[in-house]
């Protein structure tokens, strides 16, 4: 039986979320080396992205196997696979630089991937029910060692993040981590080695069966080359042995958008290009999900509107988005609406590429919260801080000012203008001044 790739379906009307409420960045600790001076285009801040909605599924699959292994466990390891092949997780070893961080995080993905492809195979045949004791002890060590990483993580998030997200995993390892107090690098190698000493005893037990001989082989021998081979390369080796094929999984290339994708002509002088989560509204996912709308958002849309066609582009799915946007936009004020079938895949991330859009970008703003999203044209890009609810935020009225600026300047290209103001503020920030005074006109020439 091959593993196919699974894609998940949310009961909730939001899917995985490409916003900074799902995705946190980590704080990883780079050499030590000479500050060169401090401009726009050397700026570049030293960033790892993980969600941490796909962490808490996978912790859901893993203790989900650790209670059953019946036939329904087999769309679980498909999403495990999925899931862990999608997210940073197999670039993890990157946060840390001492070498038994670095080797025992790398196992437990290489470990984990391997334990639930071997399960995959396993569920439903008769040597499955002979094996049962050694297969949970396998899962459990398997998602303790799980804890351990998502506990590495949560150290790692500035504290300054807090959000959904992070409680539900705060809460999550304060429950099912069982060795709370030891040091954590040394608990996950512990796993890791009562998941790899499981692994060894199926094989050499399975060996002997006809119809599992040259799998368990298989097996045997990626334990023995994955302290050495990447995290990439052991997947390689695990989907050759269980006969997962990668050219059936559909490429999220495949997928990219053609453009235009306003297929009308402009109304306005300039295009602004809005995200929707943790920009204008935070989503909260409780037993009645709700949104709650950021201070000044309908004085912002109203302003910006009598200067720029506005554009909503959104990574969620439509369904949740026209929920949201069917109350929200109750002056019409969106001239189109962009939802995630329009966003170009990139790992655990969608890109908003604005050359899609059919305009010309020295007349093109976007406006979200996280960078990656536009990370194809990052100088026509405005970083708004994520909002999750705090009454007295103002930055949309601070942005209100810069793009009206804009367009009463008539700037020829807005690019250019956001770079020049980019290099001001970064130069007050490293002379230590926060309170950003400055002429803005003076930029827009």
Known sequence: MSLNRRYRRSKKPILRSNSSSAQSPLRPRPPVQAKPKMTFDNYKPVRFMVNLEDMVVIEKDLAFLLEDLSIQSLSVCEDFWDITDENTLNQIEQLYRDPKSKKNLKMWMVLGSLAVALIHHMVGSSSTQNKISTIKEIVFNLHQGFLVVVKLILKRISENVSNEWVLKLKNIVKAKLVQKNQEKVTVLKNCNISVRNGLRSLCSTLVQQKSNKNIMISVTRILEVAEKASIKKSRAFIEKAFGIDSSAIPSQNKNIPQGPLLKFEPLKPYTLVLDLDETLVHYVDTEEPYYAIRPHTQEFLNQVSEFYEVVIFTAGVQEYADWVLNVLDKDKVFSARLYRQHTVPAGNVFVKDLSLLGRDLKKVVIVDNVAENFELQ????????????????????????????IAKCEVEDVRKALKSLREHLLEQISQGDTKY??????FLS
């Open 378 to 405: 990052n100088g026509n890009g405005i970083l708004i801080r994520s909002w999750y609810g705090d009454q007295e935020d103002k930055a949309l009225l601070d942005i209100c000012f810069v793009l009206v600026e």
């Open 437 to 442: 005074h400055y002429n803005f006109k003076s």
